[in-house]
C-alpha cells in the first residue's frame, strides 16, 4: 500500500454532469487572509466533463452521499467555491470533523485521489492540524489510517493512496483536527476513486503500479533490484528509501538481447 502527496499549486478544472460543456473554474491560491476569511481567484475554461463514480465526490452541489459525525464539528458545503470545510468559527484545539462516504465495495486495488487543503490567517506552524483518511469495514471496530498530513498550503495539494483489494465492504473516513491556531482552515476540494494502482509509483514493490505491458518477444519492461547487473555504472546516485527493505536498487527497466535501459 503506497501514499503520495504534496504537489502544491496544482491548476485544477472542475467537473460537472456527464456528457456535457460547462464553464469549469481553475483554482490558484485559495487561502485566509489575516480576518480569516477565505479567499478564491478564479479562472473560466470550457471544457467536456465526465461521470463520478460511487464514493467520488467533486463537491459541486452537493456531498455525493457523504455524510458528516452529527458528534463532531460540521462540514459546510461551499457553493461559490465548489469545495467541502470544516466550520472552525465554534471549534477549539483537538476537537474533529467527520466526514463519512457511502458504503462502497471495490473488489480489486483501487486509487483514492484527494485534493484538499490546510489553510491558516497567521504564520505560525501548523503541525497540530491534522488531516486523516481512514477506511471503516463493515464488522471491524477500528478504523484502518490509510494516510495522513499536517502539510498546509496557500494552494491545492494533491494526494494519492492506494486501496488493497477487499471482499468486505468499507467506508472512507476523512476527519480533520483542529490545532491551536483560530483562523485556520481544512478543506477538501476532490475526492475521487478509480479502479487500479495510483498513478505515482516507486516501484519498491513487485509489480508495475498497474502499467501494462504490450508484449514483445524482444523488449519488455520488468520491476527489478540488485541483481539486474551492472545497474550501479548506469545510476550512479543512490535511488532507494536507505532503509532495510531498499539496499538494493528498485526500479524499472526494459530489457532486449543487445542492451539494458533503465529508469
Same mark, same amino acid.
Not at 153 to 163: G, N, Q, T
Given at each position: 500500500m503506497g501514499a503520495s502527496g504534496g504537489e502544491g499549486g496544482v491548476a485544477l478544472r472542475r467537473k460537472r454532469r456527464p456528457g456535457k460543456i460547462s464553464w469549469s473554474r481553475s483554482f490558484r491560491n485559495r487561502g485566509l487572509t489575516d480576518g480569516g476569511k477565505l479567499v478564491v481567484r478564479e479562472s473560466y475554461l470550457a471544457r467536456a466533463l465526465e461521470s463520478y463514480s460511487t464514493g467520488s465526490c467533486a463537491f459541486e452541489d452537493s456531498t455525493c452521499g457523504y455524510e458528516m459525525d452529527i458528534t463532531a464539528l460540521t462540514w459546510i458545503l461551499n457553493e461559490e467555491g465548489h469545495y467541502i470545510s470544516v466550520d472552525t468559527s465554534q471549534g477549539t484545539s483537538g476537537d474533529k470533523a467527520v466526514l463519512l462516504s457511502p458504503e462502497l465495495y471495490i473488489g480489486e486495488w483501487s486509487c483514492i485521489r484527494l485534493i484538499y487543503q490546510i489553510a491558516s490567517a497567521s504564520e505560525l506552524p501548523l503541525d497540530s492540524i491534522i488531516l486523516n483518511l481512514y477506511i471503516r469495514v463493515e464488522g471491524e471496530s477500528l478504523d484502518h489510517l490509510l494516510w495522513t498530513t499536517?502539510? =498546509?498550503?496557500?494552494? &491545492? *495539494? !494533491?494526494?494519492?493512496?492506494?486501496?488493497?483489494?477487499r471482499t468486505d465492504?468499507?467506508?472512507?473516513? *476523512?476527519? @480533520?483536527? *483542529?490545532?491551536?491556531?483560530?483562523?485556520?482552515? !481544512?478543506? !477538501?476540494?476532490?475526492?475521487?476513486?478509480?479502479? @487500479?494502482?495510483? !498513478?505515482?509509483?516507486?516501484?519498491?514493490?513487485? =509489480? *508495475?503500479? @498497474?502499467?501494462?505491458?504490450? &508484449?514483445?518477444?524482444?523488449?519488455? &519492461?520488468f520491476v527489478g533490484g540488485g541483481n539486474i547487473g551492472n545497474s550501479q555504472s548506469i545510476l550512479p546516485k543512490d535511488h532507494t528509501f536507505r532503509n532495510e527493505f531498499g539496499k538494493q536498487e528498485r526500479l524499472i527497466y526494459f530489457e532486449r538481447q543487445q542492451d539494458r535501459r533503465y529508469l
Open positions: 499536517t502539510e =498546509h498550503s496557500e494552494s &491545492w *495539494l !494533491i494526494a494519492s493512496v492506494d486501496v488493497k483489494n465492504k468499507f467506508k472512507i473516513v *476523512l476527519e @480533520g483536527v *483542529l490545532g491551536t491556531e483560530t483562523f485556520a482552515s !481544512i478543506a !477538501i476540494f476532490e475526492i475521487k476513486i478509480s479502479t @487500479g494502482y495510483c !498513478i505515482e509509483c516507486d516501484f519498491e514493490e513487485n =509489480h *508495475l503500479c @498497474g502499467f501494462m505491458n504490450r &508484449w514483445n518477444p524482444n523488449v519488455n &519492461w
